[in-house]
């Protein structure tokens, strides 16, 4: 299996071959199977979560996209991995075709709406775990609420535990900066969801387009199904309220006693480097060096944890180099299968 791995490094490592300036993307109607819910379950208070599920065998995986993400993150990797064994990714309360909900969207609230919606769809251990971003706090505790059942892990860029006090500690202005730029983003939901409340928000409105801006490659029959569940500004409040509770999510899941003994785990890092704005060279080594030094405390929770670079890839590893993000998945499933 040792071989397996190195392999999957390797081929990693081979990404970092020169790449082309990517043309502008434009709709992809491959997308457009998105528009439609898959599995809809319900959870506390009748709320329902969605599961996108494909595929079938166990382990069976599970995506957990990153923060303001949902099921369709998995998009370029989900159908490759259905291959092998069942997968599933969910969508948090606001996102995808889950209900909003009206509870803080803590790491505990979240954490729970994973725990019920897979009770609830029947959808049983053993899981191999895939986290993506702030994906990785519920990636994390899912884990340790269910270490018997849990096969595997594989982290894509992962937020990091207690990330705000790490950032200020390399940059206090810096992390002053991304907390503003949070902060109007958070603003933002909320006067989306205000204006859909009392009805000041019209369809011709620019804020109304802002408010159901869901990006280029999204074509118009995937934006009309999405419009069509965003009008309900729980929705909205929902995500507004994940982002907020970000800070305090990446304080909740720290645990100096965390150890997943011989557990199969990859984390995947990004080869282009953070890249922050108004940050100086030094600031920037600073933080990069960090960046890969603390994901490399997520590979020695485990004996058998490994920390890879892919280089060429951004933060969104599994839409810039999808077949890293499948490599490591599929590693992770052949070591779990051995296990």
């Not at 923060?67 to 989900?78: E, M, P």
Request: with cysteine; net charge neutral; hydrophobic share 45%.
């Amino acid at each position: 299996m040792r071989r397996y791995v190195l392999g999957v490094l390797a081929a990693l490592i081979g990404f970092g071959a020169a790449q082309a300036q990517a043309p502008p993307p434009s709709a992809n109607p491959a997308l457009d199977i998105y528009a439609k819910p898959g599995r809809l379950v319900k959870v506390a208070d009748e709320r329902r979560i969605h599961l996108y599920c494909q595929g079938r065998g166990a382990p069976t995986v599970i995506f957990t996209a990153g923060l303001g993400g949902w099921s369709i993150a998995w998009s370029k990797v989900q159908p490759a991995i259905a291959r092998h064994a069942r997968t599933c990714a969910w969508d948090r309360a606001g996102f995808g075709h889950s209900d909003g909900s009206p509870q803080p969207q803590t790491l505990a609230a979240t954490t729970d709406d994973l725990e019920q919606a897979l009770a609830a769809g029947g959808i049983n251990g053993p899981y191999v775990l895939v986290g993506h971003s702030a994906g990785a706090f519920e990636t994390l505790r899912f884990a340790d609420r269910h270490r018997r059942e849990v096969a595997g892990i594989v982290l894509v860029d992962p937020s990091v535990p207690d990330q705000t006090a790490r950032f200020t500690a390399i940059s206090a202005d810096l992390s002053k900066s991304q907390a503003s730029s949070m902060a109007m983003a958070i603003t933002f939901q909320r006067r989306c969801a205000k204006g859909l409340e009392d009805g000041t928000m019209k369809a011709e409105d620019g804020m109304w387009k802002a408010c159901f801006r869901y990006g280029p490659d999204v074509s118009t029959a995937l934006t009309g199904a999405m419009t069509a569940l965003d009008r309900a500004p729980g929705r909205f409040m929902a995500k507004a309220s994940l982002a907020e509770q970000f800070s305090a999510s990446a304080e909740a899941v720290v645990d100096p006693a965390r150890n997943y003994g011989d557990l199969p785990l990859i984390v995947l890092t990004q080869g282009t480097g953070l890249q922050m704005p108004g940050a100086t060279a030094e600031q920037t080594a600073a933080l990069n060096t960090g960046w890969i030094g603390w994901h490399d405390d997520y590979a020695r929770l485990s004996s058998r944890g490994v920390n890879l670079i892919v280089r060429g890839a951004g933060h969104n590893i599994q839409s810039d180099k999808p077949q890293a993000v499948i490599g490591a998945i599929v590693a992770v499933l052949d070591m779990a299968a051995d296990r």
